[in-house]
């Protein structure tokens, strides 16, 4: 029979473990929200609403640090509103400062500390505002360095949007940012680098990512995964791909536990529509017709990671 002691230091050791295990634990993810513009407002795609419904899954899921895309000044603060756990790093595109859209990296201020932080654009010029190669659109990536508070351990963030015309862009960019995650990480530095990437898969410019096992995709090491449909939707839920043009990337000092691309559905009433019963249902269910939408063009990632011992 264990003494009060010895149970106490039993369960010392427990939460111990646990704690320690929790601080080595990261939820991150990747969400393309879509840029507020009047032609999708015309369609019925309005920002409020979808606002609500990113703002209601990000504080569901409750990812630790996630990387955002096509994010309006406006939008930003939308969503700062939103999600009150989470602060952010990244400057508009255009200026580096508020014009055009953020890459941004959203983190929740009760795990995370921000030990620095930056960005650059995907140009030959990446210190100041233009345009990459064949771009169509200036493009950004943003960075920051995070230290979880319950382990103490320290990892790079990285997140970016590249251009969804010129093929020579993405590829540049790649290779850009992979000199940018060498040269802030060195060898040996935990990384995660998510965004929206404008290529599947199957394209060259993915390789470059993974090429000598540099970066892991998340979804394909995970130990589970939930993927119905690739990443991209263009607001139409009936649609179906295999291609992932949003993803998640880990440094092999991760482990993948669980990935995910979730749905991100809702539904507006259509008018003059009449209420209808189910079949073996209770009576007092009322059912009407919806038009099913979904909150953004793309679909959000989410992956479960846990750093690895050395």
Known sequence: MCSNKARFALLGAVLCMAFATFGQTLVVGSYNIRYRNDGDEAKGHLWAKRCQVIADQLNYHHPDVFGAQEVLKGQLDDMLRALPDYDYVGVGRDDGREAGEYAPIFYRRDRLNKLGDGYFWLSPTYTIPSLGWDAACIRICTWAKFRVRESGKVFLFFNLHTDHVGVKARRESAKLVMKAIEGLGGKDMPVVLTGDFNVDQ???????????????????????????????????PTLKTTSRIDHIFVSPRFSVARYAVLPNFYWTEEPATKSQKGQDAPQQIDLKQHQLRTASDHYPVFAEINLKSK
Request: proline fraction near 0%.
């Open 202 to 236: 199957n394209d060259e410019t993915y390789a470059i990512f993974t090429a000598n096992a540099r970066l892991n995709d998340a979804y394909v090491v995970a130990k589970h995964r939930f993927a119905e449909n690739g990443t991209f939707n263009s607001f139409n």
